[in-house]
């Protein structure tokens, strides 16, 4: 599925302004631990995280992440999603928890 | 070609800065993305090591004709049992630290993993030294 796909579904919500939304998302990973994330994550992956500082964007840009998915309708902090549209990390939030968010992909 | 950067603690805003410059250097040189990979996640595990557990220190970035080298060092306080600091799992972060996300005592074990050589030299209430070899 790529990201604008999973946009047309009403429960997720793009929170910053990025150009890019064609990308594939190839795999969906939850984790909060972000050394776990780094070692673990793969290019393309979408991201679910509670983590709303901007060193998740850092992390995401790093691995080259396609986006991070904030669950529970979580609000990022200001400098987050400015980080965030300077990286080209689209942040999507959702009222949905992580197990109701992962039902939305199949891979 | 030789990269240097200053790395403040406790200064999470900024905290991976280094590493995703370190990245773009690298983009730069057309480096295979597999070693570039390795390269970002032993810098940012370094980095924010800098950030979170000590005074503040420096990054060096070396780019040699085969092989990346770097160099992460701080002002202290230094590791007092480092065979300890290494075992994945093992981490003194503050309980405010871990609600971050950080502290899952895994940055060195993964930093090692991504290298070809690495060392780690720390003197009780000094420094401490990591120096990063990846063959290109
Ligand atoms: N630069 C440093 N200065 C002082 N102590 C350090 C430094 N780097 C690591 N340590 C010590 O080694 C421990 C293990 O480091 P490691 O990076 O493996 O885990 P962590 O930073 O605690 O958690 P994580 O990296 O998973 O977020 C740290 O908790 C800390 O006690
Ligand atoms: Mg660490």
Redesign the interface.
Known sequence: MKINQLLENKNFKLLNDVPYLDEEITYIRSC?????V??KGEKGDAWI?V?T???????A???EMSCIILPESIKPEE?TLI?ATE?DIPIISTPFDVYKTMKEFSF | MKFEYTISNLN??T???A??NI?KVLKLLGIDSKII?RA??AT??AE?NIAIHSHGGKIILYIEEDSIKITAIDKGPGIENIELAMKEGYSTATHEIRE???G????LP?IK?CSNEFSITSEFGKYTKLEITIFI
Request: no cysteine; net charge positive; proline share 0%.
């Open positions: 909060d631990l972000l050394s776990l780094m070692a995280t983590q500082h901007s060193n998740i964007v850092a992390v840009s790093l691995l400098t980080k990286n | 999470f805003s905290a991976g800065e590493s995703s990245k990979r970002a996640i940012y595990e924010i971050m996300g950080f899952a005592g895994m940055g993964n993993k």
